[in-house]
């Protein structure tokens, strides 16, 4: 028999327990926030940024380092402290590690340009340490790997600033794709270990999803060289690196639709937790197909960028965050809300109009980024009404955490 011996926690807020708590309330009200700003300035011309700092720039800065950032770091600081068995940041250190993140998302409309740099440099900085540093303790250096993704968007965003404060010409888009395939590097490591897992739990029957070490290698191997390619291209504009990039993306697409047969089992669209995480693995296939494209018939590259973004990134973290609030807050993931469904489709939507309608009917382009936008603001509205209690109030198995 088992004794738990650990106090119930008696107080009314949580914010401060673990890293997914402030950082997923953080991204879910940015994502309402910072997508509203952007439908002010793109449609109604508001003049919130500096003359230097141009609309286009800060709407692919802040939905990176502002939106995913917080998401990763809710994730992997809560992950970090599974995995080791170690303390990760809390309390008062961690809101104020927030803190530094929401500093750096405000500081740009004051035109404190270097500021900014400084503050999201150090939030990214002190950030790559808490995860570092319980991983070191424990010795368990095969996690070293995320961390050294997360470091690497620190000379990104340095990069981008350097750019953007005209001290190099090329920083701002080298900064910008080092950072966003950073950022999908990390989401294809986190989903290859938990997608899987995830699933043959949740399908209701026994089940093994099925991974393959040469497509896990092979894979990675691709996605470096693509990424780096790409890079070369968006930012010096170099026609042979544009070629073996699309060249790259085309590859990648057959391995990654193997392992999305692998993993399949027809109940997991039963579940709405994990039907989610596979479509959104989906449209990361196909931001590799449709950035093919753009070199073989020329298409806008930006269609290929917003099915990574909003279909792969926004749908998988959307996903992340509201299985990982339920399962730490002593939640049924199993039992999720009801309104998830109608939030997942509703950014589904936003993903297949911004992609396909913005593609295959230009003539109406202003009118489908105003509704992808406007879909995309209604789902983490109706996500947070219900998410941000949970992630605010205590656990209701009343434990710390």
């Given at each position: 028999?088992?004794?738990?011996?650990?106090?119930?926690?008696?107080?009314?807020?949580?914010?401060?327990?673990?890293g997914f708590r402030p950082f997923f309330l953080a991204a879910g009200l940015f994502a309402i926030l910072g997508m509203v700003l952007w439908l002010g300035i793109y449609h109604f011309k508001w003049l919130l940024l500096p003359s230097?700092?141009?609309?286009?720039?800060?709407?692919?800065?802040?939905?990176?380092?502002?939106?995913?950032?917080?998401?990763?770091?809710g994730f992997l600081l809560t992950a970090v402290k599974n995995w080791t068995n170690r303390?990760?940041?809390?309390?008062?250190?961690l809101l104020i590690l927030a803190l530094l993140w929401f500093l750096a998302r405000v500081l740009p409309f004051?035109?404190?340009?270097?500021?900014?740099?400084?503050?999201?440099?150090?939030?990214?900085?002190?950030?790559?340490?808490?995860?570092?540093?319980?991983?070191i303790k424990a010795q368990q250096w095969k996690q070293m790997a995320l961390v050294g993704k997360v470091a690497l968007l620190i000379p990104a965003n340095i990069a981008f600033y350097l750019g953007l404060l005209g001290y190099w010409t090329e920083g701002v888009q080298v900064g910008l794709y080092a950072a966003f395939y950073t950022i999908l590097a990390l989401i294809f490591t986190m989903g290859r270990r938990v997608i899987p897992f995830f699933i043959e739990r949740g399908v209701g029957c026994p089940f093994e999803a099925k991974n393959d070490v040469w497509v896990?290698?092979?894979?990675?191997?691709?996605?470096?060289?693509?990424?780096?390619?790409d890079v070369i291209a968006m930012a010096f504009g170099h026609a042979t690196a544009?070629?073996?990039?699309?060249?790259?993306?085309?590859?990648?697409?057959?391995?990654?639709?193997?392992?999305?047969?692998?993993?399949?089992?027809?109940?997991?669209?039963?579940?709405?937790?994990?039907?989610?995480?596979?479509l959104a693995y989906g449209w990361l296939v196909l931001g590799f197909f449709l950035k093919f494209l753009a070199v073989a018939v020329s298409i806008s590259p930006w269609i290929a960028l917003h099915a990574f973004a909003i279909g792969g990134i926004g749908m998988m973290t959307i996903g992340m965050m509201a299985r990982v609030a339920l399962g730490h807050t002593?939640?049924?993931?199993?039992?999720?809300?009801?309104?998830?469904?109608?939030?997942?489709?509703?950014?589904?939507?936003?993903?297949?109009?911004r992609v396909w309608n913005v593609w295959l009917v230009p003539e109406f382009y202003g009118e489908w980024i105003l509704t992808a936008q406007l879909l995309w603001i209604t789902a983490f509205t109706v996500f947070m009404w219900h998410y941000a209690p949970i992630l605010i109030k205590p656990r209701i198995d009343g434990r710390y955490g």
């Open positions: 028999m088992i004794i738990n011996l650990e106090k119930p926690y008696t107080g009314k807020y949580a914010l401060d327990h673990l230097n700092y141009p609309a286009t720039v800060w709407h692919g800065h802040e939905m990176i380092f502002g939106y995913a950032v917080a998401v990763a770091a303390p990760t940041i809390s309390q008062q250190p004051t035109g404190l340009l270097s500021v900014a740099a400084v503050v999201d440099t150090a939030f990214l900085l002190w950030l790559t340490y808490e995860m570092a540093h319980p991983i896990d290698r092979f894979s990675l191997i691709l996605f470096l060289g693509f990424a780096v390619a544009h070629f073996i990039a699309g060249l790259l993306a085309l590859a990648q697409v057959p391995l990654h639709a193997f392992r999305m047969v692998g993993w399949y089992h027809p109940n997991l669209w039963e579940k709405t937790l994990l039907w989610v995480l596979y002593g939640r049924n993931v199993a039992e999720p809300p009801t309104s998830l469904i109608l939030v997942f489709l509703v950014l589904f939507s936003a993903a297949f109009i």
